[in-house]
């Protein structure tokens, strides 16, 4: 499979949609995989289930997840050598009335907090540190949302604002953009998305009464100023 449109949609609108990167039965090993273990922390309310640093909390998933097609796409982006920077499962229940407003993804986690130039916007939270870094960082990073589920305007697909990851660290109070540019992104389970972070993204709430679960992967390829180190650095 040639990714190479994929990586110029990605680089153009900030986004990119993949039908069928996984087969049927890959999303099923996957989906049994998370459920042989629920026995592993999460943050789980009436709206929303949620497993940080996924891969070290399940390192079984990372052999299903890591498949040849994953591998293929990845190396399409770069010469560079990308690497795992954030794992989260996301389980939006059938019911759940859980909204996401317009934002972009402007945090990574880091394993300290310290006074470096170009970080900024600290927080501490679910016991990790976050930062946002400097804008090369976000810019570079590639997120890989895989869909465990059929997924459409009516359980929450992704709604995204295509060009806004170009203009930068958006004001989101200022709306400095248009909505009625909107692109609501509905995918088969078994597709992929990919997203950059600075694109403007929000959801819905669910009301078609089906599921949405699905696997956020960031990758990256630089390093951060030392001794600042990424808590989820994991090569593939």
């Not at 309310?45 to 591998?71: C, G, H, M, S, W």
């Amino acid at each position: 499979m040639n990714y190479c449109n994929h990586k110029t949609e990605l680089e153009n609108k900030g986004f990119s949609l993949i039908s069928n990167l996984y087969s049927e039965q890959e999303i099923e090993q996957i989906i049994q995989c998370l459920e042989a273990s629920d026995n592993v922390g999460g943050v789980k309310t009436k709206d929303v289930f949620a497993i940080r640093q996924l891969i070290y909390q399940i390192p079984e998933l990372k052999e299903l997840l890591f498949t040849e097609n994953l591998r293929k796409l990845i190396e399409t982006f770069s010469d560079a050598e990308y690497f795992l920077s954030k794992g989260i499962y996301f389980d939006k229940p059938s019911d759940s009335n859980w909204f996401v407003a317009y934002h972009q993804d402007l945090s990574i986690t880091v394993d300290q907090k310290l006074d470096l130039e170009g970080y900024s916007n600290w927080t501490f939270k679910k016991g990790q540190y976050g930062v946002q870094p400097p804008l090369q960082i976000l810019e570079d990073t590639i997120t890989v949302r895989i869909h465990l589920d059929d997924t459409d305007e009516g359980n929450g697909a992704l709604k995204v604002i295509p060009g806004s990851h170009l203009k930068g660290i958006i004001q989101i109070g200022l709306k400095e953009w248009d909505v009625e540019e909107e692109i609501i992104c509905s995918i088969k389970k078994g597709g992929v998305m990919l997203m950059k972070p600075l694109t403007l993204h929000a959801s819905n709430r669910t009301f078609n009464g089906k599921r949405r679960r699905v696997i956020h992967l960031e990758f990256n390829q630089h390093q951060l100023a030392k001794p600042l180190q990424w808590v989820e650095f994991n090569k593939y």
